[in-house]
Structure formats: C-alpha cells, structure tokens
C-alpha cells in the first residue's frame, strides 16, 4: 500500500505518492475490484530525508488497514507490528478486533529487527539486544498472542513477557488464527519464519539466488513439519511497449535522491558498525529503485512473473506500483487474466 510518501523509488522524477488515506482508500478499493489477494501496509516512524523527504509522512498501518477493511469485502487486510513496540497482549486485541471488523480477512506481518535512528527517536532502542536476541523476543512475542487468542487465559514467564492470568477477548474470528507472514534473510531470520509464520517475504540478487532462497526455506520447513509460503516483492512500470517503460525507468533514475539513499542506508544499518557490508537490497536502492522490478509491456510483464513464480516456486508476489492508479488498472485489465489462467489451481 502507498502509506508512506514516495512509495519505493528514491527519485523526484516519479508519480506523486503523498501516503495520504485518500490514495491509500482509492488503491484499496481497486485492488478489491480487480480480484488481489491482499493488501498490505508497512509501518514507518521515521523517514530519509534527502530533497524528497522520502517516507516522512506515514500513515498509521494498524488504524489505516482497520478503516480500509471496513470500505471492503474481499481482499486480505495485513498489517504490520514491530515487535519491539507493542506488547504482545495489547497486539493481540487490536488484531482480533481487525479480524472482527473484516469478517475474518486480517493478517500480520511481524517484523523482528528495526532501524536505529527510527526507534531511538522515541527511547525505544535495546541496546541490550542483539540483530538474534530481537529474533528471540519475536518468537516469544508470537507465542505469547497464539496463546491469546486461543486460550481463555494466559500464565507465562519468559524473558521478555511476563503474563499472569493474562486475558484477551473477543478472539479472532478466523481458524485456526489470523494469517502470519515475515521478512527474513538471515539465517536466524529464516529460522523464526519457518517456526512462527505461515510465509516469508524473501529476494535476492538474481533469479538463482531467489530460487535457492525460495527452495531453501520450502525444505527447512519440510524438515520441520511445516508448510512455509515464499512471496517475492515486485515493482511494476507497465507501460505500452517495452522501450517506453526503459524510458520510464532511465527518468525515475535521472531523479535519484542520493541524499535519501545515504539515509536509508543509515537506518538499514549499512553505514554504522551493526551490518556494515552491501546486500542484495543496498545494491539495488543505489540504482533509487529499492525493490526488484518489472519494466515493459503488459505482455513482457506477464511473461516475466510468470518466469519468477515458476523459477524460483513461489507461492505470489507482492506488488508495487510507481503510479497505483494507473497501475493497478493496467495490471487487473491488462496483465492478472493471463496470470489466473496460467495458475489456475
């Protein structure tokens, strides 16, 4: 979803997203209209700065989803907790409330790790606790809200929470609960996936590097007795021919926001001592474009997801659009038909 000014390109040549409700109702009720699975929002406490003053505006993800689901019917309603910030018993009434508000369409995406300067903006960074330690605080938080929102009452002593007699009503209106999905890459984040989540957002630097990402997780998970779902992400420049959607890209590029990159970077880590060393997401905002993308003709674009879904077995994509208006248009008219008939179960 568009709730953060800028969406995912760091440019001042790009369509305007400005992360208000109005652009983010609109892009709902159009992903509702074309027949999307789910809707997604992140949630984001500071920006990047830079000319475009890229993601300081965001909207709230849990009150936003919470309005979107009640303007629709169909689509999965995701929001977004970061662990660190949010009690998990305080969590778990806000998202069986959500359930109850979408007739049982809510998701959770659950993100473990966080950006320094974000979270020390607000007294809310553990020095204490390492880039693994906020795996283990996940994984107790989690359990701590599964439990909730299944048992009438909760008693647990761990090293994070503390529950006594611990209640939480009413309970999701989904069986057996609400739809859990992370990001992860590390071998630390995989791991908390494939025990605590139905899927994960994975990437990679190449096709190969996905697929082994994607084929890897799918046989952790096998070895645990679980089912775990890949999805990719993908932002997608349609346009009428492939050699217009190359010209959009090399104008999106011409406007890169270096100043916004170098805060970025900041924040993921890159510059300090916590990381320190490129990844496939670092070396691809360089180019301004921080997600893999699908440049050409809805022919070409249909062709090429239909490549990575096959190649690297994944189970969807989450998609991205420089102009959400335009581009989910085109995608459900122009692109999604072919996709359905090539999947259909």
């Not at 303007?71 to 806000?94: C, D, E, Y």
């Not at 006594?164 to 609400?178: A, L, N, Y």
């Not at 003709?297 to 189970?315: C, Y």
Request: charged share 25%; proline share 4%.
């Amino acid at each position: 979803m568009p709730i953060a000014n800028g969406g995912w390109i760091l440019s001042s040549t790009t369509p305007v997203i400005d992360g208000s409700y109005e652009s983010n109702r609109r892009a709902a009720l159009l992903a509702e209209e074309i027949g999307l699975d789910f809707i997604m929002s992140m949630a984001k406490f500071r920006g990047y700065g830079g000319r475009t003053d890229h993601w300081r505006s965001s909207l709230d993800s849990m009150v936003l989803m919470s309005a979107l689901a009640a303007l629709t019917s169909r689509v999965k309603i995701w929001t977004t907790f970061h662990t660190l910030l949010q009690n998990p018993a305080v969590a778990a009434k806000m998202i069986a409330t959500l359930d109850q508000v979408s007739h049982g369409r809510a998701g959770l995406n659950v993100v473990p790790g966080a950006f320094r300067g974000e979270f020390s903006q607000m007294g809310a960074w553990p020095d204490t606790i390492s880039h693994d330690d906020r795996y283990e605080l996940a994984s107790e938080w989690l359990r701590a809200i599964k439990a909730l929102w299944t048992e009438p009452s909760v008693t647990m002593q761990g090293r994070y929470f503390n529950f006594e007699d611990c209640q939480s009503d009413p309970k999701p209106v989904q069986t057996p609960r609400p739809f859990i999905v992370a990001a992860g890459m590390s071998e630390r984040g995989m791991r908390f996936a494939i025990e605590e989540t139905d899927a994960i957002f994975i990437g990679g630097r190449d096709d190969d590097e996905l697929r082994s990402t994607s084929l890897r997780a799918k046989q952790l998970a096998r070895d645990a007795g679980r089912r775990l779902r890949t999805y990719a992400m993908l932002i997608l420049v349609i346009e009428d021919s492939d050699a217009e959607a190359d010209a959009t890209i090399e104008r999106f590029r011409a406007g890169f926001d270096e100043e916004a990159f170098v805060g970025m970077m900041r924040s993921y880590g890159m510059i300090d001592a916590e990381i320190g060393c490129e990844n496939a997401f670092t070396a691809r905002a360089r180019t301004g474009i921080t997600a893999p993308h699908a440049a050409g003709s809805p022919a070409t674009i249909g062709a090429r997801m239909t490549q990575l879904i096959e190649h690297a077995d994944l189970d969807g994509m989450m998609l991205i659009f420089p102009d959400y208006q335009s581009g989910l248009a085109r995608f459900g008219a122009e692109i999604l038909p072919s996709l359905r008939a090539r999947f259909a179960a």
